[in-house]
């Protein structure tokens, strides 16, 4: 292989690796197939512009056994998260907005919220009062930034009271992003409603007074796509596939391209993997009601190959450049991947040590870790499986795909460590 990506393939000791422990990574991935861990893998390890590792191991579908290929369309799900914080930070340097804006400019219908009144013990678990009414008011309107740092307060299934948990069912029922979610295939609503479903319902807690995973980024994509009068799917093909050169990336797929599309996979009851979702089956092909454009990662996120997103990731450690297409400025990309919440960490999304930038997590110290790497590394992860990381410093990207629905939320789930590990372990 003389290029992935549009970078050159080289020697592993060209750029600093030992090839001996580098190969480990296929040694782990190749073992885990095999013993149904999972039913394939992607894995890319680029360093100073050069790829030292490119390995895939598995299959499109476990029961099928089609070969998994090293372009398949791999549902990115909330790693569409980084890909549309550069979209943002790109019109805010041509000025369409600033961070620090009120999203009641351009999403009227957030106007005039609430706030859950603090509850008491006893009411988490039984629920008193359930009225919604027991609320307060909103100390200052949620900002661009706060949608960005995921800082905003917007109800979650995490920091809802139980008892009123059953009000959320509106906003995520249909997107495909629980277990036994039965509309993924064939949604009831489109995203827009969703968004706006979450509108009628009260902040969980005031902006900028936690971080908490939620519905931030879906809330985003409706500003973008208000503030500039175009689709997400066109705006990202416009301002970042197009310009970084990759095919065949948005938030759909053509039924040319459908034997590409891996099958998305879960655990069954035995603990063995089976198929979720099958190409032919997919509203990400079929688009039954309508395109769900969800930045946020919802009915799948946006669809890429690994030879896209790495693409992507090394424009962003060339401080915003690739190939001669300028998609950010490098200040910009520093603004964005800074830790943005202080002393907060977001160790159960991610793991410790870990901050929060503008759509990425970043690293802030390895002293509280398992795992090598260096401060100020950034990347995110998708529900599928997939993960991605830049490190600045050696400069290093990573990336791991596979297709199994909430897979890092099996403690028994770590290739996608192993895969770090293994990679910074090579470094000589």
């Not at 290929?69 to 907005?97: C, H, I, N, W």
């Not at 930045?295 to 450690?317: E, I, S, V």
């Amino acid at each position: 292989m003389a290029d992935f990506a549009g970078l050159p393939v080289v020697g592993p000791e060209e750029v600093g690796f030992d090839s001996a422990r580098l190969a480990r990574i296929d040694a782990t991935m190749g073992a885990a197939v095999e013993r149904g861990a999972v039913p394939g893998v992607v894995t890319v390890v680029a360093r100073q512009g050069k790829v030292a590792h490119c390995g895939v191991s598995g299959y499109l579908d476990v029961e099928r056994k089609t070969a998994l290929p090293l372009d398949a369309l791999f549902r990115m799900y909330s790693q569409t998260k980084p890909v549309v914080a550069a979209l943002t930070m790109q019109l805010q340097e041509e000025g369409l907005f600033f961070l620090d804006h009120p999203i009641t400019n351009w999403l009227p219908e957030f106007e005039g919220r609430e706030v859950l009144a603090p509850l008491a013990s006893t009411q988490h678990v039984r629920g008193e009062p359930l009225a919604l009414g027991a609320t307060q008011a909103m100390t200052r309107q949620i900002t661009i930034r706060d949608l960005m740092t995921m800082t905003s307060g917007l109800p979650s299934m995490g920091n809802m009271p139980a008892a009123l948990s059953p009000l959320l069912n509106q906003v995520w029922d249909g997107s495909g992003f629980s277990a036994n979610d039965a509309g993924q295939a064939d949604p009831e609503r489109v995203h827009l409603d969703m968004v706006l479903a979450a509108a009628a319902l009260p902040n969980a807690r005031q902006p900028g007074e936690g971080w908490e995973y939620g519905f931030d980024f879906d809330v985003l994509t409706v500003l973008l796509e208000r503030a500039t009068g175009q689709s997400l799917d066109t705006l990202l093909q416009e301002r970042i596939f197009g310009p970084l050169g990759v095919e065949d990336c948005g938030f759909y797929c053509s039924p040319s391209d459908a034997e590409r599309l891996v099958t998305n996979h879960h655990w069954g009851e035995d603990g063995a993997l089976i198929p979720r979702e099958r190409p032919e089956d997919s509203e990400k092909v079929r688009e039954s009601l309508g395109k769900q454009v969800s930045g946020n990662g919802l009915f799948g996120g946006a669809l890429m190959t690994p030879a896209a997103y790495t693409r992507f990731a090394q424009m962003l450690l060339n401080g915003g450049e690739l190939d001669g297409a300028r998609i950010l400025g490098r200040k910009t990309i520093e603004l964005m991947t800074a830790n943005h919440i202080g002393d907060w960490d977001i160790d159960l999304a991610v793991g410790p040590g870990y901050g929060f930038g503008l759509g990425y997590c970043t690293l802030k110290t390895i002293g509280r870790g398992a795992l090598p790497g260096s401060p100020g590394t950034y990347g995110w992860g998708g529900a599928a499986g997939t993960w991605f990381f830049v490190d600045p410093v050696e400069e290093l990207i990573g990336l791991f795909f596979t297709h199994v629905f909430m897979y890092q939320f099996n403690p028994m789930a770590d290739l996608a460590e192993r895969f770090q590990k293994h990679t910074y372990e090579a470094l000589t």
